[in-house]
Structure formats: C-alpha cells, structure tokens
C-alpha cells in the first residue's frame, strides 16, 4: 500500500508529526521488502532477528535525536544572527 510521503511542514504539523517547535515528534523505523519513498534505511524480512530488530531500533533513536538536534541548532542559528 502506498501513502503519500509528507514532506512539507504545514503537512507535517497538520498531522500531528511535529512538536510545537517544529521538531519531529518520533523517529521512523521502515521494516519490509520494499523500498523507502524518503531514502531512508528498510530492514528487510529476511533480517528480522532480535539482535537486528534491536539494532535497528537504537539506530533509528539515534538519527531521530541528531535530527532534531540538527533542526533545532539551525533555527537558533538563525534566530541569533536577527
């Protein structure tokens, strides 16, 4: 099933994926055999153990919080330079 990918901020925050500063709210994790339509990693069936499943997990925790963190310094960087 395909859905549509939502890249904009208005359609972000119309869908609750933000916070109230514009930050996402959660990190994805993809699973299946299909490819990503945001480029992001898919673990595949195939991979599907626990260790792996873990591995993934923390991996995607650690994207959704440099991120956020990536986001948040530029906005402070240009809310400085004003």
Do not use: C, Y
């Not at 948040?72 to 809310?79: C, E, G, K, T």
Request: aromatic share 6%.
């Amino acid at each position: 099933m395909n859905r549509p990918v939502l890249r904009t901020p208005r359609a972000l925050a119309e869908a609750g994926l933000v916070d109230p500063a514009q930050l996402p709210r959660w990190g994805v994790v993809l699973m299946g055999d299909s490819k990503s339509p945001t480029d992001d990693e898919v673990l595949p069936r195939k991979e599907w153990s626990a260790p792996q499943v873990a591995r993934f997990f923390r991996a995607a925790a650690m994207i959704h919080d440099l991120r956020r963190r990536r986001i948040f310094n530029r906005d402070h960087l240009a809310n400085s330079e004003t």
